[in-house]
């Protein structure tokens, strides 16, 4: 039975919870699997993203929302209250020929089976999503480099959805028309509070991937290298407006 290191980050700033997922792409070796959570609201946008087209970035800025652009592709995410997590793993072992396509629904399956164990009835909806009644609770963004995945994704628990439509470019219109298109925990188990449901999503997640891949897990933290690494990637990256209006590299 292989060991994976397990990282489990109380609530941190937005611009360092994408420099530690950065770091951990570039440093480490070890397959590691990270949950976290978000000290405020903020979004993130995909690495090929136009921000201008994704944001209503003048509400963020007069709300000190920040808006930062991660290294992984897929779409813009409203970060609030939810669970994330990111897996960073060599491209050997399950991933060693799995195609982006596949390792999403690989993943997903794993994450599937966490929320069913909490009652859930969720399904994938490829390419990266995972539904509740046909409402989306997760997505998921990932990159490959140098040997190794990174993927990351949410999971919502109490997320402001009023909030969400305000601050991305979603077709208000629609949502109107059709209605909300997102479902939280906390909308499914409204007699939990936030922070059990957290701790039994965390413990379900962890069993999950666990039971999936065969594996143990160590609970450790970052290194002080990957510490160093993501302090670095925090200045001049994700707290850079630069990188994250434009993409382009300070």
């Known amino acids: 039975m292989k060991t994976w290191r397990l990282i489990i980050h109380d609530a941190s700033s937005p611009s360092w919870n994408m420099a530690v997922d950065g770091a951990l792409l570039r440093i480490t070796d070890i397959p590691t699997l990270r949950l976290y959570r978000w000290s405020v609201p903020a979004i993130t946008i995909g690495y090929f993203?136009?921000?201008?087209?994704?944001?209503?970035?003048?509400?963020?800025?007069?709300?000190?929302?920040?808006?930062?652009?991660?290294?992984?592709?897929?779409?813009?995410?409203?970060h609030h209250h939810e669970l994330t997590y990111s897996l960073v793993h060599p491209l050997q072992g399950p991933f060693g020929k799995c195609s982006i396509t596949d390792s999403y629904s690989l993943i997903a399956t794993v994450l599937i089976h966490a929320l069913h164990t909490m009652g859930i009835d969720a399904q994938y909806r490829?390419?990266?999503?995972?539904?509740?009644?046909?409402?989306?609770?997760?997505?998921?963004?990932?990159?490959?480099?140098?040997?190794?995945?990174?993927?990351?994704?949410?999971?919502?628990?109490?997320?402001?959805?009023?909030k969400m439509f305000q601050y991305l470019t979603i077709d208000q219109k629609k949502v109107r028309q059709e209605g909300n298109p997102v479902i939280t925990l906390k909308d499914i188990m409204p007699q939990i509070t936030g922070e059990m449901i957290y701790q039994q999503l965390i413990q379900a997640v962890t069993d999950s991937f666990a039971k999936h891949f065969n594996i143990s897990f160590e609970v450790l933290d970052i290194s002080l290298q990957e510490k160093d690494v993501a302090a670095y990637l925090q200045t001049h990256y994700f707290e850079n407006q630069q990188w994250n209006y434009r993409r382009l590299s300070p």
């Not at 993927?151 to 009023?162: K, M, P, Y």
Request: proline share 3%; glycine share 12%; with cysteine.
């Open 49 to 78: 993203q136009d921000i201008e087209k994704e944001v209503n970035i003048n509400l963020c800025n007069s709300e000190g929302v920040p808006v930062i652009r991660r290294f992984t592709g897929g779409g813009a995410v409203f």
């Open 126 to 162: 490829p390419i990266n999503d995972i539904i509740v009644d046909g409402k989306k609770i997760s997505g998921s963004a990932q990159t490959r480099k140098e040997g190794k995945l990174l993927q990351h994704g949410t999971i919502l628990v109490a997320t402001d959805t009023e």
